[in-house]
């Protein structure tokens, strides 16, 4: 006896023996269901169900591809910028020099705010120095000196390598120049 799935397809066939083939004599038993599956003649992964997982596999080869083409290509095939180029000349690299005069001026742009600072509490600028103005309102600032304050001027300096930068005044520029 067969049971079929669909047009044709048998999954399951039951087999019954009523007696032992090969004894004599033997006795007629009663009888024994035996239920063998068969295959249905495709297996689960292949079909409607397996085309959707290889397109994401080649589509994610394909990026894989993508992606170490163009590291390959990026650092074999691009030459790297000259190390002679300097910031201002539209190069990657900055000389030790640049970057001293660089820092010495950002060392200056950052003191300015403490001094506003204490020229609000104080009425003035007089009294001001780097310790007062790093305990009161910026622990951070270094690498200024405070040359002089008036009640309303001073001066900051701020010495990197062999650069200078300096800001006279509230409404001086941070200039690369000592104060005088």
Not at 163 to 177: C, F, I, R, W
């Amino acid at each position: 006896m067969e049971a079929l799935d669909g047009p044709g397809r048998a999954i399951a066939t039951t087999v019954i023996r009523e007696t032992e083939p090969g004894r004599a004599g033997s006795v007629p038993r009663p009888s024994r269901a035996v239920l063998a599956l068969k295959p249905s003649g495709r297996a689960a992964d292949t079909g409607r169900m397996a085309a959707p997982h290889r397109l994401v596999l080649i589509v994610v080869a394909a990026c894989l591809t993508a992606m170490t083409a163009g590291i390959l290509i990026g650092h074999y095939v691009i030459p790297p910028p000259a190390k002679e180029k300097s910031s201002r000349g539209g190069g990657l690299y900055v000389s030790a020099e640049e970057a001293d005069a660089s820092q010495a001026m950002t060392n200056v742009r950052a003191a300015v705010p403490a001094m506003e600072a204490w020229n609000a509490d104080h009425a003035g600028y007089k009294g001001a120095t780097l310790e007062q103005l790093r305990s009161q309102y910026d622990y951070g600032l270094h690498d200024v000196d405070v040359v002089f304050t008036t009640r309303d001027d001073y001066c900051f300096e701020s010495r990197v390598g062999d650069a200078v930068a300096s800001k006279h005044g509230p409404g001086g520029e941070v200039l690369p120049q000592p104060c005088g």
